[in-house]
């Protein structure tokens, strides 16, 4: 039996992996989130690249995305820039900016299919697997001892709910198949109309594309969310600053926009440097300076939305401080949440209240008398900072090393020393709690930061004074039953 396990794991994984991308990738190529370019977060190379591209999309090639094929090498998708193409009129040009988005849908499709065929080979096989092993059982009935057959036939139980998982994926890659064949017969309709220079049947051509993106996004916010499965190697992007500090990224910021935050220091600190790039991070400079009328406390500070939501130094007072105008928006205190180091993470640092930012929003996560030291999960309203509803999760804060959201789901840490795992996960839909098993590699030794970018997919983290990033792997549970 532990070879069909294997095979059924490597299945499993595969598909997290697919699932993972789309959420990722097809929003981005569609225009459906804002983000032309990938992940910015593997170095600086992304960024150079793409301050040499042209900011007139008809003066050169466009560079949207890139993605992994399944053979390792980098596939990456460009947008070859209009030649010659008439633009005496609004509606010609608005035709040559619909015909773009198609190619983009389509090269989306093919990258898709691509990653998805390797996996249906899989799939395939195991089907395979499972009746041949389901018929060797019924034939050896009265050969193995009741013993030997009993076990047998528990893990063929098991096996056997892999089967409906199996066919929704089987068909969820049909519906792919299917989709790549609309692309394409709108990109023809296109040329064709795009080649004779006039705009017959536009507001109907117009009108499948919004169709179809509607059906692509709707297609990724399904499998956009998920369990977290794992967490890549760590990518270091930076040594810089003392032990103890955060730095972050906007996660509603548009595509053009990424700028760096950076913050040296866990307590009294009101010095925020802001990067005009990752990769003038990287070489430090390009950089303007914040000075906050109120010293933080911790490192739990999030950007979100032009706005830093930070911990007022000795105050359980939550402080949202706006960039662009230079002022404070708003504070208030968070009803009977600890703090100066009260209810700390097990690295102390005046930790005892972390803003965090998910799919789904603003999130602060602290302690209270009342809840006994357990951590605590609330939903914050981002304009006025009032709890819209909390959870008590359960867990000792002191307990945990730190945490993160994803989701919906708090995802905390055993330790923040090397040899931490991500040990427990709540969920804040159903109200209840699992302990996990998902390892990382602590490089360096001592992590006083980690959040969750939803944006880039990624987990920014501060270890022992260098800036680290992790990928994450999310699994899409399908459902088989009730799903359209």
């Known amino acids: 039996m532990s070879v069909p396990l294997l095979k059924i794991g490597a299945v499993l994984s595969t598909m997290a992996m697919v699932t993972n991308w789309m959420s990722q990738t097809l929003p981005s190529l569609v225009g459906l989130n804002g983000t032309k370019l990938g992940r910015s977060g593997r170095g600086g190379s992304r960024e150079r690249g793409r301050s040499r591209l042209p900011t007139n999309p008809e003066e050169g090639w466009q560079l949207y995305t890139s993605a992994q094929a399944p053979d390792g090498k980098c596939i990456c998708t460009a947008v070859i820039p209009a030649q010659s193409t008439c633009s005496r009129d609004g509606r010609s040009r608005e035709l040559r900016q619909l015909m773009e988005k198609v190619q983009n849908v389509s090269q989306s499709m093919e990258v898709l299919e691509l990653r998805t065929y ?63 064949e609309e692309v394409r017969n709108l990109s023809s309709s296109l040329a064709a ?13 117009q009108q499948r594309v919004m169709a179809l993106e509607a059906r692509l996004h709707a297609c990724a916010q399904k499998l956009g969310c998920g369990k977290l499965t794992g967490v890549s190697n760590p990518i270091t992007i930076r040594a810089m600053g003392s032990r103890f500090g955060s730095w972050m990224t906007d996660t509603m910021a548009p595509s053009a926009d ?120 609330s939903r914050l309203d981002p304009h006025t900072l009032e709890v819209v509803r909390s959870w008590d999760t359960g867990y000792p804060k002191r307990s945990a090393g730190e945490a993160f959201m994803i989701c919906g789901v ?39 930061m980690l959040d969750y970018n939803p944006r880039e997919r990624a987990l920014y983290t501060w270890n022992n004074g260098h800036q680290v990033l992790y990928n994450v792997t999310l699994f899409h549970v399908i459902s088989t039953a009730g799903d359209p």
């Open 118 to 180: 390797r996996d249906l080979q899989y799939v395939r096989s195991m089907e395979t697997l499972m009746r041949s092993l389901d018929a060797r059982l019924r034939a050896a009935d009265g050969s193995l001892s009741t013993k030997s057959f009993q076990e047998l036939k528990d893990r063929m139980s098991e096996l056997l709910p892999l089967s409906s998982v199996l066919e929704q994926y089987k068909a969820d890659t049909r519906t792919i198949v299917r989709l790549r």
């Open 193 to 205: 109309i795009q080649e004779e220079m006039g705009a017959y049947g536009y507001e109907d051509l």
């Open 258 to 377: 990424s700028r760096v935050w950076y913050m040296d220091g866990y307590y009294k600190g009101r010095r925020v440097l802001e990067f005009r790039t990752l990769g003038d991070f990287i070489k430090g400079q390009n950089f303007i300076q914040h000075l906050l009328p109120q010293p933080w406390a911790g490192t739990g500070h999030v950007v979100y939305n032009g706005s830093l939501f930070y911990n007022k130094y000795q105050s359980n007072v939550v402080v949202k401080y706006h960039f662009r105008s230079r002022s404070v928006l708003v504070q208030r205190s968070l009803p009977g949440a600890g703090y100066n180091n009260t209810f700390p993470y097990s690295w102390g640092g005046f930790s005892d209240m972390d803003f965090m930012v998910d799919e789904s929003g603003l999130w602060a996560v602290y302690t209270t008398n009342q809840n006994a030291g357990n951590i605590v999960v």
């Open 410 to 448: 708090l995802y905390v840490t055993n330790s923040h020393l090397a040899g931490a795992k991500v040990y427990f996960a709540y969920f804040t839909n159903t109200s209840s709690y699992e302990y996990t098993d998902v390892p990382f590699h602590n490089q360096y030794s001592h992590i006083s």
